[in-house]
């Protein structure tokens, strides 16, 4: 990777944090039931040595269609310290609209040439690739399609490490 400073946003739940297991309280928009079952949410492996990893090249900051007080709620649980967030009420537009990431990337005064937004879902990446922002896909589960690997001309990521050779390539 190179001195210049990149800025890598995250899609939140599914991406940087599992949140599966909260899915269905959060179609009913139970978020006091959410707030206490964040003990059923898990960092997928090497996610801190990731962050800790990129931090020294990159600008870091979430990128969600949740509500911010949920978002930054999970992302004090599991201590995680992404200085920028951009969450649902943030913006008009969401996902897979560029608004938000290109919210993100206005407030950390990057640009979309020297970005990439990491996500689990086709909205995730087709945000990206609308907002002229590298995509990449990371999927824990290998529910997403692998027609994707042939849009983003590169293969869709199943652990950090493969985020990582990803990134080696463009940064």
Known sequence: MSAAKWTILFDLDQTLVLTSALETLRKQR??????????????????????????????????????????????????????VVVAYHDTKLHKPHPEPLLTALQKVSGSAERCCYIGDSPHDLQAALNAKILPIALCWDGSLSMTWETVLKHPICSHWNDVLAILHQFM
């Not at 059923?40 to 900051?61: E, H, K, N, Y």
């Not at 969600?64 to 999970?74: D, H, L, Q």
């Open 30 to 83: 139970a978020w006091s039931q959410i707030y206490e079952r964040f003990h059923l949410t898990t960092l997928p492996p090497g996610t801190l040595d990731f962050l800790s990893q990129v931090r020294a090249q990159a600008q870091l900051g979430i990128v969600t269609n949740t509500p911010r007080a949920y978002a930054e709620k999970i992302v004090a649980y599991h201590r995680l310290s992404l200085p």
